[in-house]
């Protein structure tokens, strides 16, 4: 009796049936899945190919000199800080600052073949997604060891997963934003890591291993965020895999080593990994002026508006800058309830660790994909941003899977759990639906997030810039004024939440000087530059246009104006004595002798140091 063999079970031995990743990827049936990628990915962002370019496209497409340098501009993509050919020099302008060369090197090569044709770029970005669930859902086929024959599909685990992921309307800005490229590529090669990794584990065929160095190489190379599989690949191993850890650890450490390997070179192009010194502008690092307690109250605020969003995602925004998220701090019970979900997420990880491994690897993967954006590691520039959330809500993805696979065991004759996937599949169609069209130009995307981002200083900004460039571009005089007076409180708007920035001072100087071109109300034109130059007088327009009305104005109305910013502004109350300088000559121009204007030159250049120069004023 105790030698009796024991009877397998079918059943059991078909759920655990390991699949090889070289069978996975040969079936033809699991290129079928290919082909729904590919139609429904173009179903939803074919329309795009009829898209310009917008927000960040021109830094890294359009207008970047690298990406149209031909082949010379590969070696200055692969050597200089990604924004560099757009800037002319490396800005720094987030601490971490930018090194992703491999989307720019594709953006080159599309340059030299099709030129610039943002409808080519458009059109790659979604047979890339469609490639990237595919490879998701080959990831997952082969960690969760699961057979696959196409009528049970709504039964595939990782199949569901990957249909509500490639339908999720959080995923519309980086697959029809241009520039969300590096998310695409950097969580495609990231799964390609992942299928590559659980190969050599099953098989220990080095070849495979040599692919997942390629695809983790080149991961991080698309995007930093790449580097979070490093944690996501042996979590997986450990959860699905016997714990060998004569498996794992040439996984491990082969990672490990391309990791580092890849934070050298990143050091040498950058010349750091983290600014110590980050910017003290809050429209490139939102926490500044922050203490503690406010900083991480309103990054637990986020990381509640992310769990959300991966769940129930509306309304959508491009824009969540200062002050769309309002500045949170511990007596706010949003904070407390973003402290009581994911401290839950956490137990339940634990929890399920052995009752259901499939929901303690998706909150896995949502923590450690949504680490590195989360602003607790490193400032991201932005308090949060839908595709900061791209590759993390996978995870999210994998738990609603698990959650329609658990109702589907009940015994009722209609599952609840293809109800459930049937609600989430055409809602989440219907919202990326309407979501796209947002992404058309610049006007259509500003009036999308405006309704949204109502208190944000950018989104303002944007939306006065967006209405005030369809106005120089229109030949209608009634048209045009429509358009000033649309573009004057959004432009006015931006100013009252960020006083100091700099953009929304500029639009607001462009918009004053049209409309008083129109209506000749050089009371209002004056007063508004007077609060312009009071915050930021370093908007070269302002000193621009009022030389222009020079002789166009009665002088006597320019040297009151000039008398009151230049001294009484920019020198007895900011100290301000290089700006200074710039308003007194031009009060000079129209009274070379007055007074008051040579006093403010020699007080300036005697605060500047340069007693030489303030003689002249004697």
């Not at 290129?31 to 939803?44: E, M, T």
């Not at 900083?295 to 200062?322: A, C, E, G, Q, W």
């Amino acid at each position: 009796m105790a030698n009796k063999k024991k009877k397998k079970n079918p059943i059991i031995e078909s759920k655990t049936k390991q699949i090889s990743p070289n069978t996975t990827m040969g079936n033809t049936q699991t290129w079928s899945v290919l082909l729904i990628c590919v139609l429904l990915s173009l179903i939803l962002y074919f329309r795009t190919i009829d898209y310009g370019y917008v927000l960040d496209d021109i830094m890294v497409a359009s207008e970047n000199k690298f990406t149209k340098n031909g082949l010379t501009g590969i070696k200055q993509i692969l050597t200089t800080e990604s924004f560099s050919g757009y800037f002319g020099e490396q800005k720094n302008l987030v601490q971490g600052s930018r090194y992703r060369p491999l989307s720019l090197i594709t953006f080159n090569l599309e340059h030299q073949i099709f030129g610039p044709r943002p409808g080519i770029s458009h059109l790659i970005n979604a047979l890339l997604y469609a490639l990237a669930c595919y490879l998701a859902f080959l990831a997952l086929l082969t960690l969760f060891r699961e057979t696959w024959p196409i009528k049970q599909a709504l039964n595939s685990l990782a199949f569901v997963t990957c249909l509500i992921f490639l339908l999720h309307p959080l995923h519309v800005e980086a697959v029809a934003n241009i520039k969300g490229r590096d998310e695409i590529l950097s969580l495609l090669l990231g799964m390609s890591t992942m299928l590559f990794a659980l190969r050599y584990n099953d098989t220990r065929n080095l070849l495979a291993l040599l692919a997942m160095s390629v695809c983790y190489l080149l991961g991080l190379l698309a995007k930093e965020n790449t580097l979070t599989f490093l944690a996501i690949i042996p979590l997986g191993i450990l959860l699905f895999r016997e714990r060998r850890s004569s498996k794992l650890l040439p996984i491990v450490m082969t990672l490990l080593a391309l990791s580092i390997t890849y934070l050298l070179v990143r050091l040498q192009v950058i010349g750091f990994l983290i600014d110590s010194a980050p910017s003290d502008d809050i429209m490139n690092n939102a926490f500044a002026g922050m203490n503690g307690i406010e900083k991480y109250s309103t990054i637990f605020y986020t990381l509640l508006m992310y769990l959300k969003l991966s769940v129930f995602p509306y309304p959508l925004t491009h824009d969540y800058y200062p002050y769309h998220i309002p500045i949170m701090n511990l007596g706010d019970w949003q904070v407390w309830l973003s402290l009581v979900l994911n401290l839950s997420l956490v137990f339940a990880f634990f929890y399920f660790w052995k009752k259901d491994k499939s929901i303690s690897f998706g909150i896995g993967f949502y923590f450690a994909a949504l680490s590195i954006v989360s602003n607790i590691v490193i400032s991201i520039g932005t308090f949060m941003n839908e595709r900061f959330a791209f590759s993390a809500s996978m995870g999210i993805c994998i738990i609603l899977a698990s959650l329609v696979r658990y109702l589907n065991r009940s015994n009722l004759k209609i599952k609840p759990g293809y109800i459930l996937l049937g609600v989430i599949t055409i809602g989440f169609t219907l919202l990326s639906w309407n979501r796209i069209p947002a992404w058309k130009d610049p006007l259509s995307l500003n009036s999308a997030a405006i309704k949204v981002s109502q208190n944000s200083a950018r989104a303002n900004c944007f939306m006065a810039t967006a209405l005030f460039n369809k106005y120089q571009a229109s030949k209608d005089r009634n048209e045009k004024i429509t358009l000033l007076n649309q573009a004057e409180p959004y432009a006015l708007r931006s100013v009252e939440i960020h006083p100091h920035y700099y953009n929304g001072n500029s639009i607001k100087a462009g918009v004053s000087a049209e409309r008083y071109n129109h209506h000749k109300d050089l009371e209002l034109l004056l007063r508004r530059f007077r609060e312009i130059i009071s915050l930021r007088p370093d908007v070269p327009y302002v000193a621009t246009y009022l030389e222009y009305l020079h002789d166009r104005v009665p002088k006597h109305r320019l040297v009151t104006f000039y008398k009151k910013v230049g001294v009484d502004i920019l020198i007895n109350q900011n100290k301000d004595y290089r700006m200074a300088i710039r308003y007194l000559h031009l009060g000079l121009q129209l009274a070379p002798n007055n007074p008051d204007f040579r006093r403010g030159m020699r007080t300036a250049y005697t605060g500047l140091g340069q007693p030489e120069k303030a003689k002249v004023f004697q």
